[in-house]
């Protein structure tokens, strides 16, 4: 059952045994259905914006439960995590790169510079051609990183850009923050 039923459900049983007597609200139609396309490994990525373009690897997890990231050593690999919807289905398809890694910059290095409108291309194995369009970029302490709204249900079929940003911290080779790209897939 999705989150979103299963929250009202556990509400209307909450409000049923508090002895409400106000009247329900009244029925509302439901969202239209969203188109989902059927599932199909992601290929390819093209953001123009920042002149990006690179063949997608899945990313699976790390022995800590953490989601793996493109080796290090080849920064311009972006890769897809497997574990989540691909692109074009509902829900946030999750696509991580370096922004910079073998002293080089990496295939999200400006990332940071995408705007809402911007476009998302993605190429699927089954011979689709995806866009999305940007609706929001953030950039995001790791510490606070805002895994419901990365990896949480969606209603439509949506995508997820993210790198590492912000200052970056020496003693620990690691950036302090995410930039996190958030798109919808184009009807």
């Not at 990313?59 to 574990?83: H, I, K």
Request: glycine share 8%.
């Amino acid at each position: 059952m999705p989150r979103r039923a299963l929250l009202v459900a556990v509400v209307a049983l909450l409000l049923a045994g508090c002895g409400a007597t106000a009247a329900p609200p009244a029925a509302q139609a439901p969202p239209p259905a969203a188109v989902s396309l059927a599932r199909s490994l992601p290929t390819a990525l093209d953001v123009p914006a920042i002149d990006a373009k690179s063949t997608l690897v899945s990313l699976g997890l790390n022995p800590d439960r953490t989601v793996e990231v493109p080796p290090v050593d080849q920064p311009l690999q972006a890769g897809w995590y497997e574990y989540g919807p691909t692109p074009g289905e509902v829900g946030p398809a999750v696509i991580l790169g370096h922004i910079d890694g073998d002293h080089r910059k990496g295939i999200f290095w400006r990332l940071h510079e995408m705007k809402p409108g911007d476009p998302v291309h993605v190429d699927r194995a089954d011979g689709g051609k995806l866009t999305f369009e940007v609706t929001k970029v953030d950039q995001i302490a790791k510490k606070s990183f805002p895994t419901e709204a990365v990896y949480g249900n969606t209603t439509d079929p949506e995508l997820r850009l993210i790198t590492c940003g912000g200052q970056y911290d020496a003693a620990n080779k690691n950036y302090l923050d995410n930039v996190i790209v958030y798109a919808k897939l184009k009807k």
